[in-house]
C-alpha cells in the first residue's frame, strides 16, 4: 500500500467501477485500506462502502494498519459501482 485515493469533492463519494463484459467471469474482491493522516485523540474517520447503491461495508482505518473488507462470495461479470463515502453519524 503506496497510494492513496481522495475523492475531488471532500462532499462527495469516492467512486471505481469494475465492466467485465463476460457476463460468465467470477471474482472476488478485495479493498485494503489504511488511515494514512494522524487524527488527534478526539477525532476518527469513518465510511461506508457500497455495491452497486446497497450497503456493503462500513469501516473506521486505523492509522498505518491494513484493513481489509471482502466480497463473502464471487461477483460475476457486468458493470459493479463501488462508492466509499463518509457516514453521517
Known sequence: ?????????????LEFFI????????????MHVAEIVKLEANQSRHFNISLNGK???DLTPSYLYTTTVFSPSALTGGKHTFSIFKSRG
Not at 3 to 13: F, H, M, R
Not at 19 to 30: E, I
Open 1 to 13: 500500500m503506496n497510494s492513496a485515493g481522495i475523492p475531488a469533492n471532500a462532499s462527495e463519494p
Open 19 to 30: 465492466d467485465a463484459q463476460d457476463t460468465t467471469l467470477k471474482f472476488d474482491v478485495s
Open 55 to 57: 450497503y456493503w461495508s
